[in-house]
């Protein structure tokens, strides 16, 4: 099926059916339950899953085919943000133009970038694209004001020279960013009984993107360039010795990476047209590494996994607060009600950064394969406990 195999088409499909079903499920409790503070059904969270899984994606197809790590991709993230919003500007409140131009802006930034950087491997190469994202931040947060401006962020006004638009709508307001006319913040809302699912034009627009893109790596990782990029993390050395010149295969590798992070960063502006410097920091370039680690380096689902998970902490687990603990532990004695609330309380909230560590550590010792390796663990510890209890009965059939 569209040139891939069978276990392939079954990640894609499987893909396409959790991005597809997210209100549902991501909204497992009821909504006057007290369990409801944790669903993540609504529309700006899925966004944010399904963007930054874009952003993994990406930049597992550098980090998890050639070992190359970077600590700059934010820079690329930022820049497509920038293009998306100046498009917005000057253009046309459609989000296809937009998404565009920071594909291709981000394309060019990551050929400048890695043209340098991957002069050197390893650590040193680590450091240059770190180095090119500090700088990158400071740049746009100071010396280029005029055209991010500066720590406010770029951001729409009611004075744009809009070319294919109106400046402002008839009611005195800034048009919102489209599909041909469909406004990414139209929202449909479903309420079964208790739940309430959100149905949002900008989440599923960014679903199918990430469907798009997420087969493209598919496609990246079976073919013999992508054969070439595991060659190279096996060892480049070896390979040079040969002959084979290395730096076309990872150059073309990072620029691919950053256009990937551009379309995320193109994405989060289609959704909420606002750039700004802190898009491009060191810490934006962290998370995405994390999000790699954690779900499962070089793994096609992991990045999306990854994705999810971490953001899913910083929306939703952060929002646990003293209140909250106080009325999970009502029913316990006021004496031993206090110790748990103290006891839970820095892990959670403000804490969540200390969790999500802790699961961090656990998963580089226990599982190096991020998450997807619990998976298959779990996977096959379940078929096996099924192949053993059916082994009796097959030992007592007789032999023909």
Same mark, same amino acid.
């Given at each position: 099926m569209l040139g891939m195999n069978k276990n392939d088409t079954k990640m894609l499909l499987l893909v396409a059916a959790l991005t597809m079903l997210a209100p549902f499920i991501l909204n497992p409790f009821p909504t006057d339950s007290g369990l409801a503070q944790f669903n993540a059904g609504y529309p700006d969270?899925?966004?944010?899953?399904?963007?930054?899984?874009?952003f993994a994606i990406g930049f597992n197809i550098l980090f998890g085919l050639t070992g190359y790590l970077s600590f700059g991709h934010a820079a690329f993230l930022g820049v497509g943000s920038y293009s998306a919003v100046w498009m917005f500007k000057l253009l046309a409140m459609n989000v296809i133009p937009a998404i565009l131009l920071s594909v291709v802006m981000a394309g060019i930034f990551a050929l400048l970038i890695g043209y340098i950087s991957l002069r050197r491997s390893g650590i040193y190469f680590s450091i240059l694209t770190l180095a090119f994202a500090q700088m990158s931040f400071n740049v746009a947060y100071s010396v280029l004001t005029p055209i991010t401006n500066g720590e406010t962020g770029l951001q729409l006004t009611l004075n744009d020279p809009r070319v294919l638009g109106v400046s402002q709508t008839v009611d005195g307001s800034i048009p919102v960013t489209n599909l041909f006319?469909?406004?990414?913040?139209?929202?449909?809302?479903?309420?079964?009984?208790p739940w309430a699912f959100q149905f949002n034009a900008g989440y599923y627009l960014s679903a199918l993107i990430l469907l798009a893109v997420f087969y493209l790596s598919i496609r990246i990782f079976r073919s013999p360039f992508g054969l070439m990029l595991k060659a190279v993390k096996s060892n480049q050395q070896r390979m040079n010795y040969t002959g084979l010149n290395t730096r076309p295969y990872t150059l073309a590798a990072f620029v691919i990476s950053g256009m990937y992070a551009g379309l995320a960063g193109g994405l989060l502006a289609s959704m909420d047209p606002l750039a700004g410097a802190e898009r491009m920091q060191w810490t934006a370039s962290g998370e995405v590494v994390l999000m790699t680690i954690l779900g499962g380096a070089g793994t096609l689902i992991g990045p999306v996994l990854g994705a999810g998970f971490i953001k899913y902490f910083e929306n939703i687990f952060s929002k646990i607060n003293e209140s909250v603990l106080h009325g999970w532990f009502s029913a316990l004695p006021d004496g031993l009600e206090d110790l748990l609330v103290t006891l839970v309380?820095?892990?959670?909230?403000?804490?969540?950064?200390?969790?999500?560590?802790i699961l961090f550590v656990l998963v580089v010792v226990f599982l190096p394969g991020g998450l997807v390796e619990g998976g298959q663990r779990i996977t096959n510890w379940i078929r096996? @406990? @099924?192949a053993g209890g059916k082994t009796p009965t097959s030992t007592t059939e007789p032999a023909e």
């Open positions: 969270l899925m966004q944010r899953f399904v963007i930054f899984g874009i006319g469909l406004e990414m913040r139209s929202t449909f809302e479903m309420v079964l009984g309380y820095p892990f959670v909230g403000k804490g969540w950064h200390m969790t999500l560590g096996n @406990k @099924k």
